[in-house]
């Protein structure tokens, strides 16, 4: 089973239920760190890396001997990466996605694609569980073909058979639509205050109402704020499978960067009933 276990907003926790949760399970567990701007999973985790690739996307190099400055390239290309004035081309790399259409639709063939690398990504073990991670280079503007790769890459061929857990980045952008893409369940990471709700809504429109997956909600920082986003899920039919209090010392272990699971040992048998509760919530909309 896959798990995008994903948020509304940043802080709310997510990495801390995530990594809590992979830790809970028995058996070889994969965790896949999404958030590839700013990937923290392995300060908690540390894992052995034992295997790191290159990746990026294919942008256009032209030839200039061959090209003709006919346009057609610019005509095609849905995201203005590249132009055509006063006989000249010139391709801007930040707007590439990627797509080919430029060297496909050549008619001199005068467009080849080279790899412009835009981050790497990394496998390796952290205890029994399989870890790998996206790390996107500084000053680059799209995540996405990083986490399009790293999923490839690294989520196992046994997949249905065994718990996969994708530690999603924060918001509802284009990084978080992609991790969630083919998830079997989005676990929701939300706080019980008016700033959570909003969000929390944000996401549910996009993992429920836009790519049509089942969601679950844990709670964390309980105790705080006030009721609306219990209600809220009671009123969208969103289980919430798990409550976490609001607890220095959780804070104090997530600064040190030890696991909520290490500092608090009680918590273990609480993250294994959620997977249990995930599992069956992921059957029953299935």
Request: hydrophobic share 45%.
């Amino acid at each position: 089973m896959i798990i995008a276990v994903a948020s509304g907003k940043g802080g709310t926790g997510k990495t801390t239920v995530a990594v809590s949760l992979a830790l809970a399970l028995s058996g070889q567990p994969a965790f896949l760190d999404c958030d590839v701007e700013e990937p923290n999973a392995a300060l908690f985790l540390r894992p052995a890396i034992t295997r790191r690739e290159e990746v990026g996307i294919l942008i256009p190099e032209v030839d200039f001997e061959r090209c003709t400055a006919c346009g057609r390239c610019a005509q095609v290309c849905a995201y203005h990466a590249i132009a055509v004035a006063g006989g000249n081309v010139v391709v801007f790399p930040a707007l590439c996605h990627g797509c080919g259409s430029c060297a496909l639709n050549c008619p001199e063939r005068a467009i080849r694609e080279v790899l412009h690398v835009t981050g790497v990504i990394e496998q390796g073990k952290a205890r029994a569980i399989a870890f790998a991670q996206g790390i996107m280079n500084v000053g680059e503007a799209m995540a996405v073909p990083i986490i399009r790769q790293l999923k490839r890459w690294a989520i196992p061929e046994d997949a249905a058979d065994r718990a996969v857990i994708l530690d999603a980045p924060p918001g509802t952008a284009c990084p978080v639509v992609e991790t969630m893409r083919g998830a079997d369940i989005v676990l929701l990471v939300t706080e019980p205050t008016p700033f959570g709700l909003h969000d929390l809504r944000l996401a549910v429109e996009v993992a429920r109402d836009e790519l049509g997956l089942p969601v679950a909600v844990v709670i964390n920082r309980d105790g705080i704020g006030d009721r609306g986003v219990e209600a809220y899920c009671a009123a969208e039919g969103i289980p919430v499978l798990m409550r976490i209090p609001f607890d220095r010392r959780i804070a104090e272990a997530y600064s040190d960067g030890v696991p909520l699971l290490e500092a608090l040992p009680e918590y273990r048998e609480q993250f294994a009933r959620l997977y249990r509760q995930i599992q069956q919530t992921g059957t029953d909309v299935l």
